[in-house]
């Protein structure tokens, strides 16, 4: 009887893997490929050395942002400006050039069809400083702009010079050619966007809205196209920011009684403080796959080899435990959830002395659908004493971003030309969780999208302000390529790819 029972619920047990088993097979298998299909198409010719030997001239002037101050490299923006105007000669004849809050530019190219909204492409001309001492680990000096081993070498050549240095390259082509833009088109190059824009992106912003501008769209730095990153998808992967993370600084203060470090009470003001920010990092705001995660992944899955496949096609089942996954990584993390990175710490002034305050900096960077508010309520609650006070910190604040649509026209032309020019390449919607000058324009745009063309792998991204930044020559053209075609393919498409009229 025993066994009797045992067999049966073996076989109860059985049966019911094998209907898990085929539902998440059919679940799977409902979930054909969201790639666009299009023939791949021969990408203008580029003359990549020379091309690289401009950016290596861009990267030697040393345009770097210092927070504080904002002229500090004012004769070196003065330089490139000069400098881009004797590299691309058709480019200063076709398009309007004005200067924008001391040191921005802003490029107009009239459409030949005032009937439909303008597009603005944009990069910016500033870097981040070296690292102090680290400059003896760079494998070519970081302002010399070497081109070596096929790459070009040098702060900026990656963030964001070679953006900029390839949309005029492009710009220079087309208006050799003889081409007109059908929207007007605007480059957009701010000079600080490495401290936070407000004198360069914002400026031309606030320019463009006081002469009743709007725009369809706008294409700014952000994601990239990577390989080798995302376990389980052997195919490169270019992810188009459709929304960017808010951004505000949490101030924490306490105090105590300032007296001999001999004669130290139960709580001092440094102990409350630390007891605080250990509960703000323990206990962070709640993560889940929605909103952009979820459509990313969407688009990802039917792209993954088995078994990622299969898990991705059902996260209804394995979404806690692809959550758990990627909570672990500090990247992937931040696609889930609005982060809290503990940033500064400032209290006391002697070895002996008990401080009166302690005070404490929470850089956080909200997710879509998080608010400011709700970030100072989540640190309140997590802290629970009323001898901690939390406020947001003087400075730069920003509410997260609306998420741009992916069935636009606008994404689509993205998507279409990643697809034609990088054939193969899987293209799905990404969160940018660092800040841009995009956000500068949001008002003024229906659309805001953030993606470089840049290939990287994951021994790449350290790169990023770091140490040894550097493009290949091969990408580079590839840049260029890229935006040629999308200015090309945007004129072709007209009013069949949905060009909204001006309202």
Not at 89 to 114: F, K
Not at 213 to 238: C, H, Q, S, Y
Not at 283 to 293: C, H, S, T, Y
């Amino acid at each position: 009887m025993r066994r009797r029972l045992l067999a049966r619920a073996a076989a109860a047990l059985a049966g019911a893997l094998g209907l898990l088993a085929l539902i998440l097979a059919l679940n799977t298998w409902r979930q054909p490929s969201r790639q666009v299909a299009v023939p791949a198409v021969a990408p203008v010719a580029v003359d990549a050395q020379a091309v690289a030997g401009r950016l290596a001239a861009a990267v030697r002037l040393r345009t770097v942002s210092v927070d504080g101050q904002p002229d500090a490299a004012a004769a070196e923006y003065l330089k490139l400006h000069d400098w881009l105007a004797a590299s691309y000669p058709q480019a200063h004849a076709a398009l309007r050039r004005e200067t924008v809050g001391g040191y921005s530019l802003l490029y107009t190219w009239p459409g030949t069809d005032a009937g439909v909204r303008p597009m603005m492409l944009m990069a910016h001309q500033d870097v981040v400083p070296i690292a102090p001492n680290t400059e003896r680990d760079w494998q070519a000096e970081p302002f010399a702009g070497t081109v070596r081993d096929g790459f070009v070498w040098g702060r900026g050549a990656w963030d964001d010079k070679g953006n900029l240095v390839a949309m005029m390259e492009a710009v220079e082509l087309l208006a050799r050619q003889g081409f007109r833009p059908r929207r007007t088109l605007y480059l957009a190059f701010g000079h600080d966007e490495e401290t936070g824009g407000e004198r360069g992106a914002a400026q031309i912003a606030a320019l463009l809205k006081s002469r009743g501008v709007r725009l369809d769209f706008v294409i700014d730095e952000g994601l990239l196209i990577t390989d080798g990153v995302l376990k389980g998808l052997d195919a490169p992967l270019a992810l188009v920011g459709v929304a960017e993370k808010g951004y505000v600084n949490l101030q924490l203060t306490t105090h105590g009684t300032p007296g001999h470090a001999s004669m130290p009470p139960p709580a001092t003001a440094i102990g409350t403080l630390a007891q605080a920010l250990q509960r703000i990092e323990s206990q962070p705001m709640p993560a889940g796959i929605r909103g952009v995660a979820a459509e990313m992944f969407a688009r990802i899955a039917p792209e993954m080899s088995a078994p990622m496949r299969v898990v991705l096609s059902n996260l209804w089942l394995f979404g806690p435990l692809v959550r758990h996954q990627l909570e672990q990584g500090p990247s992937t993390n931040a696609m889930l959830r609005s982060t809290s990175a503990l940033t500064v710490v400032a209290a006391g002034n002697k070895a002996n002395v008990l401080p009166g305050e302690a005070t404490a900096n929470v850089n956080v960077r909200l997710l879509p659908g998080d608010t400011v508010a709700a970030a100072v309520d989540h640190a309140r609650q997590v802290v629970a004493n009323p001898a901690v006070e939390v406020a947001t910190a003087p400075g730069m604040q920003s509410e997260a971003s609306p998420v741009s649509p992916v069935e636009s026209p606008s994404y689509r032309l993205i998507e279409r030309t990643v697809r034609e020019l990088f054939p193969g390449t899987v293209v799905a919607p990404g969160l940018m969780i660092g800040a841009t000058d995009s956000r500068h324009l949001l008002g003024l745009a229906d659309q805001v999208y953030r993606f470089s063309p840049v290939r990287a792998r994951a021994e790449d991204l350290p790169r990023f302000h770091g140490t040894n930044e550097r493009i290949s020559t091969s990408n580079l053209a590839e840049l260029v390529a890229f935006y040629h075609r999308l200015l090309v393919a945007d004129a072709q498409a007209g009013l069949q790819a949905g060009v909204q009229p001006v309202r």
